[in-house]
């Protein structure tokens, strides 16, 4: 199966600078750019994501469902989110499958180390965010430049069927 990161939401969204700032006057803003972050972190890495949100903080019962084929998780009316990542670890962990925990939440990281889990800090999290987002910066701006090398100019709309026909996607 691979690697997993299971992602306590609101703790990453009260650590990282960015979003705790946010937060303040957007919760739902700063839920959204993580997210988002947290897609580009999965197509770059090839790790599969899944962020815990805990309920309490969003009006509604639990529910699942994926965004950017993201797996967003919000936790049961009475069900914390650490609650909901203890039995994930316990649920995903095997033989092929190494299930990384991002929280800065010590008491979390230690259970579901007991667990099996690895730990990945907050801090850790957002540094290797930042390599991704450098890593996708280049390779835009590497596509663009072999886009433009081109001997016959194509609309990108063109230049995407070609893609997909390249690739057997058509």
Known sequence: MGDILLVDGYNIIGDWPELKQLKVNDLEGARDQLVEKMAEYQAYSGMKVIIIFDAHMVPGIGKKYKNYRLEIVYTKENETADERIERLVKKLKNVNTRVYVATSDFVEQSVT?????????ARELRTEMRVVEQGIEREVKKSKKERKSTKIPISDEMAEIFEKWRRGDM
């Open 113 to 121: 180390f007991g667990y099996g889990a690895l730990r990945k800090s």
